[in-house]
């Protein structure tokens, strides 16, 4: 009866307003899991029981029932439900939706749904920045929500709200449930990749799309493989060359995913030729291949940085050099393109050079760097804080694996048959075998 069903409501109400003034939110999660179907049966008087749940004060509350709202087959008002999700998010308490990290995720990942179904992508960003920084109890803490956030300002074409969590080196999760979706790991690094390819912070962007590809897995995603294909690309930008992936890479990275970039494995043998000619064929041969992986515009840059590297390796043969016999033996269209590129070049601090136009000339200088001013100073001095703190954080995370009782146990067991000593316990080991989980 309508009825009963309001006192039932009430009563939730009720509950949940007395343990949240108590501060029993572990309790308070338990009574609301238990609810849900009932929550659910009721959700025509949602709208009342947000009224009477404050957003702040009852958080848990609030996030139950819109996570209910959420679950049903259809929305009536989805402009409204949005506004309701922004406004839980703004006032929300920290301490509260730690303790249903599941719900409050899930519900971040339905927001981005909708925002991204209403072609407006950028009006998501504030609220899933302000939702992160919320869940998580420090900047080294991974989220399930940082990819929507990478994916949103990736779909709205503005990336840098995305930089101060992407800058953040990533020690630690926040677990829903005890565990964190793949899926979602992976797609941070892949978007992550992605936002510093787009503002050319190539050597951030190899370490991201690296993280993608040697993930512990016992098969091949599609994240995983376009990964690997923008890894080639960024790695032939950066280095001129695909580095080896480090020995703790998945077995069957080598097996079935190096086969199936073969175009991109092709672009990497032509540009190791060190013949634009060359290269230039092959991009034309694949370019279906490379458009379809909308790869394009990063295979561009590649066929330009092999441009750029036959000039820089002029400099180390020629004092002076004429903008005509550039142009020859590194197969531009002439000086006027040499030109370009050198003046570019310069602009980057690739090479030190002048040009004299009158005759047509470029003079290829040694670099005025004298490493001996205090910008140098103050940089080197922060590169030695940074990797003094990095050392520091590596030792922390030694002394944690060693005493974690998971760890001590599997360790024990591999070394039963040889009655392992008990003073194995606590002690710090270092081999990399030891990392195996």
């Not at 025509?44 to 009852?58: C, F, K, M, Q």
């Not at 006027?336 to 690739?350: C, F, K, S, W």
Request: with cysteine; aromatic share 8%; hydrophobic share 40%.
């Amino acid at each position: 009866s309508v009825g009963s069903m309001a006192a039932t409501l009430d009563q939730f109400v009720s509950r949940v307003r007395s343990l949240s003034e108590s501060e029993k939110y572990a309790e308070l999660a338990e009574t609301i899991d238990k609810s849900t179907e009932m929550l659910a049966r009721n959700i025509g008087h949602a709208t009342n029981v947000l009224e009477s749940l404050d957003p702040e004060r009852h958080s848990l509350g609030h996030l139950a029932v819109l996570s209910v709202k959420a679950s049903m087959p259809s929305i009536p008002d989805v402009e409204s439900f949005m506004h309701q999700i922004v406004t839980f998010v703004k006032f929300c308490a920290p301490e509260q939706i730690r303790y249903a990290a599941e719900s409050y995720c899930s519900l971040c990942h339905f927001y981005t749904r909708l925002i991204i179904e209403s072609k407006k992508p950028m009006r998501g960003i504030e609220t899933i920045r302000l939702a992160i920084q919320k869940l998580r109890p420090s900047p080294s803490h991974l989220t399930s929500v940082h990819a929507d956030l990478a994916q949103l300002c990736l779909l709205s074409k503005c990336l840098k709200p995305a930089i101060p969590f992407l800058d953040c080196d990533i020690s630690e999760f926040v677990q829903e449930n005890g565990r964190f979706d793949v899926k979602l790991f992976l797609l941070y690094y892949y978007y992550g990749g992605m936002i510093y390819t787009g503002l050319k912070k190539f050597e951030r962007a190899l370490h991201f799309f690296e993280v993608a590809v040697t993930t512990p897995a016992q098969a091949i995603s599609a994240i995983m493989l376009e990964a690997y294909k923008k890894y080639i690309l960024v790695s032939l930008l950066l280095h001129g060359k695909v580095g080896l992936l480090p020995k703790y890479t998945s077995g069957v990275v080598g097996r079935y995913l190096k086969p199936m970039c073969g175009a991109y494995n092709d672009l990497s043998a032509a540009y190791s030729s060190n013949s634009s000619t060359e290269l230039q064929k092959l991009v034309a041969k694949h370019g279906d291949t490379f458009s379809r992986d909308t790869n394009m515009g990063l295979v561009k840059q590649v066929v330009s940085s092999m441009n750029r590297k036959n000039i820089q390796r002029l400099t180390k043969t020629f004092l002076t050099l004429s903008l005509a016999d550039m142009a020859s033996r590194v197969h531009l269209s002439g000086g006027r393109e040499a030109e370009e590129y050198v003046l570019h070049m310069i602009e980057d601090g690739d090479i030190f050079a002048t040009i004299d136009q009158t005759a047509g000339m470029v003079s290829f200088h040694d670099s005025p760097e004298t490493y001996s001013d205090d910008h140098m100073l103050a940089q080197v001095d922060s590169e030695i804080q940074k990797c003094m703190a990095l050392n520091k954080q590596v030792q922390q995370m030694d002394q944690d694996i060693a005493v974690n009782p998971q760890f001590v146990r599997k360790t024990l067991g591999l070394q039963a048959d040889e009655d392992a000593p008990l003073s194995l316990v606590g002690r710090s080991f270092r081999s990399e075998e030891a990392y195996v989980m």
